[in-house]
Structures are given as structure tokens and as C-alpha cells.
């Protein structure tokens, strides 16, 4: 069963996983596995019914397989991650490391090569909805907001919003990534230190995907800051996130 934690934060109702997986078999046992296990469980055999699930109710992770009828999986997570900051972990047999990478970068949180354990699967999903509903950084919380450049963090709602207002969609992985340089501003910050803070959630990381939510993270900061770039690469060292940060 989830630990007290992860229920207590999703108030204190099972996590809904929507489960998108064309095979039989595989669909049945995801669905019964994640039931017998103290979640709710959906699943949608293909993209139709995938949007349709998604518009009937809202999900706290999906697990979507890559290799669906009619639609690729990378595809749907490009599309959901435009729309919803909603958890993703990929499920499929291409588990070679260029499929984990583009994953990574259209959006997904995490991802499991086939064929993989029950326990592994468990882990997986409660890791991520541990650190989507707790937030990496248990000091942080008791605080409720981060400034820097006009940008404000609320940490209770986990969402960012820009010095003109909008509220910027940001993936698990990647508000995770923007607390850790928060906590941390105007420092370098090595590779194998931001692995260590993203291996909850990324359970295959390396220095590539680190590169990867980096790339995705300061994108989605410059395109609302006039091109400034708030995380620089030290070369040879790692990134530093170059402004000023106040705990509101």
C-alpha cells in the first residue's frame, strides 16, 4: 500500500494512474497490480480513449506505452505536456537510451524499458508521486514562496509564474531541477550533484538526461525573460543559476 505521506498529499484518496497500453494482457496486469497496490486504475487501449479518459477526469501520473495503433507514444506526450503538467512514465520495449532521452525531452518524467518487475513498477510510480506531491526539498516546503528576476515559485501549489503573470507549465522533473538552483543560487552546481538530486525521479539519469531537463528548464525560463539566461553552463564544472533568490 502508499505510505501515509504520499496518501495524506493527495488528500487522503487513492492516486489515479490512467494506464494507455494496447496489449491485452499487459493492460490487465498493470491494471490489477496497481489496484491490489492502493491505486485507482484506467485503462485505454488506445489514443481515442486515452483523450477521452483524460477529458472525463483529471489523473495524478499516466503510464503510456510508446508503441500504440495509430499513434506514437512519444507523440501523445508531446501533446499532453503542451496542455497538463500532469506525471508521465513511459512504459515500452525500446529502452535504448537515444528513445529514453527524446522521452525526456518532449516532457516525460520518467521511464521503464520492458520487461520490468511489479516492484519495479510500484517503485517507479510512487517515486514519482512522492516527489510531485512532497517536492524534493522538505525545508523548502515550510516556506511558501521563492522569488528570483521577477519569477515567483508558490511551493505549496509547486507552480511558477513569470514576471508578466503566466503561469508556466512545468513537468515534475523539471520543477524538481528549478528547486535544486534555487536552493543553491549563484553556485555551481555539478552533474553528479543534480543526478543525485534527480534519481527519485529519474531512475535511469544520467549526464545526458541531466543535459537534456537542463536544456528543457532554461528554454522555457528564457522564453519568458527576453532571451536572459538564468542558468549558465560553467565549463567543465556544471550549471549556476545566476540570480538572486528570496524566500517570501
Not at 524499458?113 to 514519482?128: D, H, I
Amino acid at each position: 500500500m502508499l505510505s501515509n505521506g504520499v496518501l495524506s498529499d493527495l488528500q487522503d484518496r487513492p492516486p489515479e494512474i490512467l494506464i494507455v497500453e494496447d496489449d491485452p494482457g499487459l493492460r490487465v496486469l498493470l491494471t490489477r497490480t496497481l489496484r491490489e497496490n492502493g491505486f485507482r486504475a484506467t485503462a485505454a487501449p488506445a489514443a481515442p480513449d486515452m483523450w477521452r479518459a483524460m477529458k472525463e477526469q483529471p489523473f495524478d501520473l499516466v503510464l503510456l506505452d510508446i508503441m500504440l495503433p495509430g499513434a506514437n507514444g512519444l507523440d501523445l506526450c508531446r501533446t499532453i505536456r503542451r496542455n497538463s503538467a500532469v506525471p508521465i512514465i513511459i512504459v515500452s520495449a525500446r529502452g535504448d537510451e537515444m528513445d529514453r532521452i527524446l522521452g525526456l525531452e518532449l516532457g516525460a518524467d520518467d521511464y521503464i524499458p520492458k520487461p520490468f518487475s511489479n516492484k519495479e513498477l510500484l517503485a517507479r510510480v510512487r517515486a514519482v508521486l512522492r516527489r510531485t506531491t512532497n517536492g524534493p526539498i522538505e525545508h523548502a516546503v515550510a516556506r511558501e514562496a521563492l522569488q528570483f528576476a521577477g519569477w515567483t515559485v508558490d511551493l505549496r501549489r509547486r507552480a511558477l509564474t513569470s514576471p508578466e503573470g503566466a503561469e508556466v507549465e512545468l513537468s515534475g522533473a523539471e520543477y524538481d531541477l528549478l528547486i535544486s538552483f534555487l536552493e543553491n543560487p549563484q553556485r555551481i552546481i555539478g552533474r553528479e550533484r543534480l543526478l543525485e538530486l534527480s534519481r527519485t525521479r529519474l531512475a535511469e539519469a544520467s549526464d545526458r538526461s541531466i543535459d537534456v531537463l537542463v536544456s528543457r528548464l532554461r528554454r522555457k525560463l528564457s522564453d519568458q525573460a527576453g532571451g536572459r539566461a538564468l542558468i549558465r553552463t560553467v565549463r567543465g564544472a556544471g550549471y549556476m543559476f545566476s540570480a538572486k533568490v528570496e524566500r517570501a
